[in-house]
């Protein structure tokens, strides 16, 4: 494992020493982790490395109307923003298992302050308690009620954007392509390494399957738990790659990681959506790893290339906005 | 006298109160799991219960309770077995 990390120069330098600090504990078995274990673990992980307390203009934190109950949201604010501005709302990896409000905190801090925009992120019923797709019918839910109060939320109705990284970003695709069908009008998918192929087989898949932070080990552990209650790894709402039409998609924000396992479907989405006359930017980050977007408080390149991110996507919006009117 | 100052008198190049400050750390690094067992100077972190992602914390934690940035080739196995090893680690940075 240390071997392979070391064997590739074009890692992060901090990236580099975050993994060498992961190997002192020896390769790491999560096949017998409970879900409460790997939450913990999670939640444990963020406050090591993510960035604390990044400067916000206001958070609040609420309930909006769910299918089976109120599900709890956390809206970030821009400091001294005024006028109606864009808007995202925001759904956390974690593979649909763990991960929450608070290990996300930090990201969605940033994103909101770099980009003008007010974020809304989601506190979605996780599996395997919450059977899958209980987060997919909670997000959509949070998604219809944020562009339903818009205006009162002071968000231009016309520059809604959804958000969300690795599973959670699989989730926002999926609900982009539902969007399509009736649902509110989104200007711009912003994603970061989204899962998009639960049984894709790529050269990043195999590349990458040991010593790179999300290990192929940690993604058979969430298929297990996902698929336990019957549904199939290739159903297009959790693997959107396998559904066929990715035409009239809102425009999309793609950051994938040069040393992360999805980066493949990562790009493969991009040249889909290509295909299918969707504008798109993708960044492949130089020297990353899963997660980076969740590491800055201690890889300083990954949070610049947050910041950077987030002034693009907020910049987007705000185009969008202008065209509009 | 405590035994950790005890024992770093005795035969540790580390300094007892980097030894303490380290046992600290660790030692409320296992609170947080509901451990209130202070691992033993020369005690395997691992066999106390850290895990991989504990590992991260205990490095940063010190470079931060140290203020020092633990070089690459430093963040290895061995250095980080014990608290009397990363003792030795920290004692010969501040030197």
């Known amino acids: 494992m240390l071997m392979r990390a070391e064997a590739k120069p074009a890692l992060d330098p901090d990236v580099r020493r975050l993994l060498r600090m992961l190997s002192l504990g020896g390769v790491s078995d999560p096949s017998t982790l409970t879900p409460r274990q790997m939450r913990q673990r999670f939640a444990a992980w963020a406050q090591t490395v993510d960035v604390r307390n990044a400067p916000i203009g206001r958070i609040e934190n609420f309930v909006t109307p769910g299918p089976a109950g109120p599900v709890p949201v956390r809206l970030y604010a821009p400091e001294g923003a005024t006028g109606p501005l864009p808007g995202f709302v925001y759904i956390h990896g974690g593979g649909c298992i763990f991960g929450d409000l608070e290990t996300h905190d930090g990201l969605c801090r940033v994103l909101s302050h770099e980009s003008g925009a007010i974020v809304l992120a989601i506190d979605y019923r996780c599996a395997p308690e919450h059977p899958y797709p209980a987060a997919l019918e909670d997000c959509t839910a949070v998604v219809d009620w944020f562009a339903q109060h818009a205006n009162e939320l002071g968000i231009a109705p016309d520059a809604l954007g959804i958000a969300g990284d690795s599973a959670g970003a699989g989730l926002a695709v999926t609900i982009c392509r539902m969007a399509r069908e009736g649902g509110p009008r989104l200007s711009l998918q912003l994603l970061f390494s989204p899962v998009l192929d639960l049984r894709a087989d790529t050269p990043s898949r195999r590349e990458f399957a040991v010593g790179y932070f999300l290990t192929q080990a940690t993604i058979d552990w969430m298929l297990q738990h996902i698929c336990a209650t019957g549904i199939m790894p290739d159903d297009a709402r959790l693997s959107p790659l396998r559904a066929g039409d990715f035409s009239g998609l809102p425009p999309a924000h793609v950051h994938t990681a040069a040393f992360d396992p999805l980066r493949d479907e990562g790009a493969i989405y991009v040249e889909r959506l290509r295909g299918a006359g969707v504008p798109v930017d993708h960044t492949c980050h130089a020297g990353m790893i899963h997660h980076f977007y969740g590491m800055g408080g201690a890889v300083p390149n990954a949070l610049d290339a947050v910041k950077h991110a987030a002034r693009a996507a907020g910049a987007a919006l705000r185009n969008e906005d202008r065209r509009a009117a | ?95």
Do not use: C
Not at chain 2, 11 to 17: C, E, V
Not at chain 2, 18 to 39: H, S
Not at chain 2, 66 to 82: C, G, K, R, V, W
């Open chain 2, 1 to 95: 006298m405590t035994a950790v100052r005890k024992l770093a008198e005795k035969s540790y190049a580390a300094s007892a109160d980097d030894l303490v400050a380290i046992q600290n750390i660790v030692r409320e690094m296992l609170a947080k799991r509901d451990v209130v067992r202070a691992p033993a100077v020369n005690e395997d972190l691992r066999d106390a219960g850290l895990t991989s992602l504990d590992m991260v914390e205990l490095v940063l934690a010190v470079e931060s309770a140290f203020d020092l940035q633990i070089p690459e080739s430093l963040i290895t196995p061995a250095n980080f077995q014990s608290i009397a090893a990363i003792g030795t680690v920290v004692e010969g940075l501040h030197r």
